[in-house]
């Protein structure tokens, strides 16, 4: 299935979006590591306390880089999510500049009532933009686009880090 953005794009990025919607999982070589820095997310976001959960983060995605051999990622976490008749923004990645190691910036609040992101939609903001990184760095893509796949490699970081959070894991 190809989203509906698809059409507008040239044969060549149409080539770069099939490959990527190809690819759905990225196997970390030893996801044990980070578990605990993802679960300790939760109480870092309740306690509301940004540098705690940018740390928290930065170890996360460090964890992640060096097991998939990737030039290190800067991670900055911000306030209150900019927003516009758009809606609110999430996270975003910033490719290397200038010498400059690649950043992703988060928001750990919504933009409409300042209340703190809940932790599943956090972490997988950050894995978002991380699966970013890994279009560039390890994929090598020119480019990195919103497919099925790219959505399916976030989800499969995600249950490497919160097996819980795998739906197979949560029925009884």
Do not use: N
Request: charged share 25%; hydrophobic share 40%; aromatic share 10%.
């Amino acid at each position: 299935m190809v989203f509906d953005y698809y059409k507008r794009l040239s044969a060549r990025r149409q080539s770069i979006y099939r490959q990527s919607d190809a690819i759905t999982v990225v196997s970390l070589p030893d996801p044990l590591p980070l578990r605990p820095s993802a679960d300790a997310l939760v109480e870092a976001l309740k306690s509301e306390d940004r540098s705690v959960v940018q740390r928290l983060s930065q170890t996360i995605t460090d964890g992640i880089v060096a097991q998939m051999k990737l030039p290190a990622l800067r991670i900055q976490v911000l306030a209150v999510r900019p927003s516009d008749d758009w809606g609110e923004l999430h996270g975003l990645y910033l490719p290397e500049e200038e010498g400059k190691p690649a950043k992703i910036q988060l928001w750990m609040r919504t933009a409409k009532h300042k209340r703190v992101v809940a932790y599943k939609s956090f972490l997988r903001t950050l894995l978002h933009e991380v699966c970013h990184h890994l279009d560039y760095e390890f994929y090598k893509f020119p480019e990195t686009f919103h497919t099925e796949g790219f959505y399916s490699r976030e989800s499969s970081l995600l249950y490497q880090l919160v097996p819980a959070a795998r739906p197979e894991a949560v029925r009884t």
